[in-house]
Nanobody, 128 residues
Framework: QVQLVESGGGLVQAGGSLRLSCAASGRTFDNYHMGWFRQAPGKEREFVAGINRSGGYTQYADSVKGRFTISRNNAKNTVYLQMNSLKPEDTAVYYC?????????????????????WGQGTQVTVSS
């Protein structure tokens, strides 16, 4: 099991930027593929971005492609989500999650059910 703590959320105007961080502790961080998800009030939790163990592969939801960038620093046990050109519809609680499947190509990366460990979430609010 790995413990995850998100930070970096806040209130920002439309068009602005935020950088979320997720610090991991517990088991070896680079054993895990990592994902960012978000959940707005009254909506289901949705996939935002994912990154494989080494950082060599990434995947994004269509709604954030070209605006968000996921990255990781395994030496610092941290995964990041750089969010640019934010829109009011990006408002949600953002969660990081860890998946211990062996191969990046062997699981449904956009499904929350594939991720066994979750952080507590950080609120991102984008005002218009």
């Amino acid at each position: 099991q790995v413990q995850l703590v998100e930070s970096g959320g806040g209130l920002v105007q439309a068009g602005g930027s935020l950088r979320l961080s997720c610090a991991a502790s517990g088991r070896t961080f680079d054993n895990y593929h990592m994902g960012w998800f978000r959940q707005a009030p009254g909506k289901e939790r949705e996939f935002v971005a994912g990154i494989n163990r080494s950082g060599g592969y990434t995947q994004y939801a269509d709604s954030v492609k070209g605006r968000f960038t996921i990255s990781r620093n395994n030496a610092k046990n941290t995964v990041y989500l750089q969010m640019n050109s934010l829109k009011p519809e990006d408002t949600a609680v953002y969660y990081c999650a860890a998946c211990d499947k062996v191969n990046w190509g062997s699981f449904e990366r956009q499904s929350p059910a594939e991720y066994g460990d979750w952080g507590q979430g950080t609120q991102v609010t984008v005002s218009s």
